[in-house]
């Protein structure tokens, strides 16, 4: 089990881990080919539903001190060594604790993390629910239907906004919700400014 949610609390769980450079929210996917024994192992071990595995982000080699906890949704492939291509999606995210390179007797990397509870988050304000209106109008408006949600929080936000790694862990790591808020505030700020200065662009080509 991942962590109890009725403690209301945070709780410090040992999970195994597997390094990567990329930064999952709650919600995201990605696709990763497994091919190190370490990490077939821990696709063995990790592969039935509900049941997750770390990915603290590395930049450069290093941890980061942050992470996501994933779950295997899709085998995609399985090749004849034992390798495969996979699916995974994260459900919460984590601070990095202390790190093992292997895990007791696994070969595979593990860790002492603790949970953020993503799940629980407060809603978003009513300030960054306009920014956040006027922008997925204007650049996505197949995603406005996610802004009904009486729940959205500031980490579903910024799944709808769109983040690079470098200022999702900006935004895990920042202290307080508000805090959080004026990063997604500044990226949708970003994000419009270039949407303008592009259909500026394209609008002189058209005239020319």
Known sequence: MLYNQNLGVMQKTQIALFPLQIFLLPGESAQLHIFEDRYKQLLEDCEK???????????????????????????LKRYPNGAADIEVTSRDMFRVEHFYMRMGEKLYPGGDVTFLHTESSEPVSAALMKALDTHIKNAAPEKFESLTDPHLNVFDAA????????????????KTRERRERILIEQIRFAEALRKQENAVQGEIFLN
């Open 159 to 174: 799944v709808l906004i769109g983040m690079n790694e470098e200022y999702k862990v900006k935004l895990v790591k920042a």
């Open 49 to 75: 539903p509900g049941e997750v595995f770390g990915i603290p982000y590395t930049l450069n080699g290093y941890l980061a001190g942050v992470g996501c906890a994933a779950e295997v949704t899709k085998i």
